[in-house]
């Protein structure tokens, strides 16, 4: 079974720059959460999707941040213009539906604005 | 402010020693405590989890331990090995809050051979 995949693994852009981060879940994964760890602090959450509809975005940062998840498979999170507080590493992580389960991760986008 | 506090932040042991990384909460609607594990340039890997009716919970040399009324719980780790050196988080979730989680800062281990 293949795990969670996200890509970019690494990318760098400039300040005002658009970028789009992409994340394809475990096949079958109903919930889908974004995260994101920025140098020197906890990882937080950012939002959380189940099937195509989001449940919980209270941890989106601001309105430059754009997640969707079109037909409830891959996620993407668009962050449009990008800051130089922006920059840490985001990831996703799916789980199955139903409570109790447990949540897997990708490798992470390491994301840096200049 | 944090709501969930880990430490230590970093952690020496040698081969064959004992690693405990402790971690306190607040909020009591907290019902799933999971520990993951990060390697560099991997993404966390869940490790162990525990839930508040049990006191403590063991798979292999990993051993979680809860204590409810102090709202503290615990990772050990018996007969630390080299490979066992990475970053450690533990986390928080609850089922009514969509099991988002909130992290501790993370510990950072180093097993020396």
């Known amino acids: 079974e293949a795990g969670v995949t996200q890509f970019p693994s690494h990318s760098v852009i400039e300040k005002g720059q658009t970028v789009t981060l992409r994340c394809d879940p475990i096949s079958g994964h109903d919930n889908l959460y974004w995260y994101r760890r920025v140098m020197g602090k906890e990882i937080k959450f950012l939002l959380h999707?189940?099937?195509?509809?989001?449940?919980?975005e209270s941890g989106m940062p601001n309105n430059r941040f754009l997640a969707e998840r079109t037909g409830g498979t891959y996620s993407t999170l668009k962050v449009q213009p990008a800051e130089l507080e922006d920059s840490g590493v985001y990831f996703c992580?799916?789980?199955?539906?139903?409570?109790?389960?447990?949540?897997?991760f990708g490798d992470g986008t390491r994301l840096s604005i200049l | 402010q944090q709501q969930v506090k880990q430490s230590p932040q970093s952690l020496i042991v040698q081969k064959g020693g004992i690693s405990i990384i402790n971690c306190a909460y607040e909020n009591t609607a907290f019902d799933y405590f999971p520990w993951y594990q990060q390697f560099p340039g991997k993404g966390p890997a869940l490790l162990i989890a525990i839930r508040p009716d049990v006191s403590e919970k063991k798979e292999g040399r990993f051993t979680i331990s809860f204590n409810k009324s102090a709202k503290q719980f615990s990772l050990h780790i018996m007969d630390s090995q080299p490979g066992d050196s990475a970053t450690y988080f533990c986390a928080a979730g609850d089922a009514g809050n969509n099991r988002k989680l909130i992290w501790g800062l993370g510990t950072s281990l180093a097993v020396n051979p």
């Open positions: 992580a799916s789980s199955q539906g139903g409570g109790n389960q447990p949540q897997h």
């Open positions: 999707f189940v099937k195509e509809s989001k449940q919980d």
